[in-house]
């Protein structure tokens, strides 16, 4: 691989709590670029296909819920973990980040797996990337379900500027009880399981780097 990236050990996913589900894996920008990983279950022919995209500093795992329930509809449902994040590879390099090949990443994926009707699920970051795809492809997308994320209009709240800052200086930012702030009664098992992807701190470059990557709608040019 041409960028320098770590892998997570495949151990460190064994077992998580209503995660049963494999990966697959892509490397939708050439063969010398980081691996993705994602879900792909349910008929392949199914008539609607749901892309479900995760922010930041989640991973597939935050659709373990909601998988089932799309499953049990009969659509196909693909869940891919950015890359820098869940069992994708994780980029070492702050540079390497930037929202053009996050997106094209994400872009070639749904190329490469000629996703068609899609029901495209989108929170936080996931929508901040996902709601651009349709501009791409709109033959492919036939739906959206958005959550918890931004059309990226308007002014960036003091909360978020706040929550920038925090999350770019904490070089080692403990994912699973940042996340039971936000839902006390997540159980312990669940909330380690976010946790799972980042072993150390070397792994969390991308966790760091995503906040700086909102801009500044009121500070920006026309």
Same mark, same amino acid.
């Not at 490397?27 to 980081?34: M, R, S």
């Given at each position: 691989?041409?960028?320098?990236?770590?892998?997570?050990?495949?151990?460190?996913?064994?077992?998580?709590?209503?995660?049963?589900? @494999?990966?697959?894996?892509? #490397? *939708?920008?050439?063969?010398d &670029?980081? /691996?993705?990983?994602?879900v792909?279950? @349910?008929?392949?022919?199914? #008539?609607?296909?749901? =892309?479900? =995209? $995760?922010?930041?500093?989640?991973?597939g795992y935050?659709?373990? $819920?909601? =998988?089932?329930?799309?499953?049990?509809?009969?659509?196909?449902?693909?869940?891919?973990?950015l890359?820098g !994040? @869940?069992?994708?590879?994780?980029?070492?390099? &702050?540079?390497?980040?930037?929202?053009d090949? $996050?997106?094209?990443?994400?872009?070639?994926?749904? &190329?490469?797996?000629?996703? #068609?009707?899609v029901?495209?699920v989108? #929170?936080?970051?996931?929508?901040?990337?996902? =709601?651009?795809?349709?501009?791409?492809?709109?033959?492919?997308?036939?739906?959206?379900?958005?959550?918890?994320?931004?059309?990226?209009?308007?002014?960036?709240?003091?909360? !978020?500027?706040?929550?920038?800052?925090?999350?770019?200086?904490?070089?080692?930012?403990?994912?699973?009880?940042?996340? /039971?702030?936000?839902?006390?009664?997540? *159980?312990?098992? &669940?909330?380690?399981?976010?946790?799972?992807?980042? *072993?150390?701190?070397?792994?969390?470059?991308?966790?760091?780097? !995503?906040?700086?990557?909102?801009?500044?709608?009121?500070?920006?040019? *026309?």
């Amino acid at each position: 691989m041409g960028q320098a990236a770590l892998r997570t050990p495949d151990q460190r996913f064994a077992g998580l709590p209503g995660w049963p589900w @494999g990966p697959h894996y892509a #490397q *939708p920008l050439g063969a010398d &670029e980081p /691996r993705m990983a994602y879900v792909d279950e @349910g008929p392949r022919d199914a #008539q609607v296909t749901a =892309l479900c =995209l $995760h922010g930041n500093p989640t991973w597939g795992y935050l659709y373990r $819920h909601m =998988l089932p329930v799309f499953l049990q509809a009969g659509l196909r449902v693909v869940v891919p973990d950015l890359i820098g !994040f @869940g069992r994708s590879d994780k980029p070492v390099d &702050e540079a390497w980040h930037g929202f053009d090949i $996050h997106r094209q990443s994400l872009l070639a994926l749904v &190329e490469s797996l000629d996703l #068609q009707n899609v029901l495209l699920v989108c #929170q936080d970051w996931g929508g901040i990337f996902g =709601l651009t795809l349709p501009m791409a492809a709109p033959q492919r997308y036939s739906r959206l379900l958005v959550m918890n994320t931004t059309l990226g209009t308007g002014t960036v709240t003091e909360g !978020f500027r706040q929550w920038r800052q925090y999350s770019s200086g904490v070089h080692d930012l403990a994912v699973g009880p940042l996340l /039971r702030r936000g839902k006390p009664d997540m *159980p312990a098992d &669940e909330a380690a399981a976010y946790d799972a992807p980042f *072993p150390d701190a070397r792994y969390k470059v991308a966790l760091r780097i !995503f906040a700086k990557l909102v801009p500044d709608v009121d500070t920006m040019g *026309p």
